[in-house]
């Protein structure tokens, strides 16, 4: 079997620090746009079951369905705080 050939790559990139914290800040705010997507998107999707959205009839849903929905917002909810929590320590360690 033969190697690769790997091209001669010089891997060296001039940025500056300050040009290296807006970078930082700037993929922070991204994520926490994302995030601030995937929480409104769990409010609609309890608003969806109970009917509240625009444009719905409001629904009479049982309380199994309750609860189901519950479990399912409570644990994407889980996932959202622990990313915000690792955004504090990427925004910490930014300066």
Do not use: C, W, Y
Not at 5 to 17: A, E, G, V
Not at 52 to 76: A, Y
């Amino acid at each position: 079997m033969s190697m690769a050939d790997i091209p001669n790559i010089d891997p060296t990139i001039s940025i500056s620090r300050d040009d290296a914290i807006n970078l930082l800040l700037a993929s922070i705010a991204f994520e926490e746009l994302g995030l601030a997507n995937v929480i409104n998107a769990e409010a609609q999707k309890v608003q969806s079951i109970l009917g509240t959205l625009e444009g719905q009839t409001v629904k009479n849903p049982s309380i199994d369905d309750l609860e189901r929905i519950d479990d399912i917002v409570d644990r994407i909810l889980q996932d959202v705080i622990k990313k915000e929590m690792l955004l504090q320590f990427k925004l910490e360690n930014a300066g």
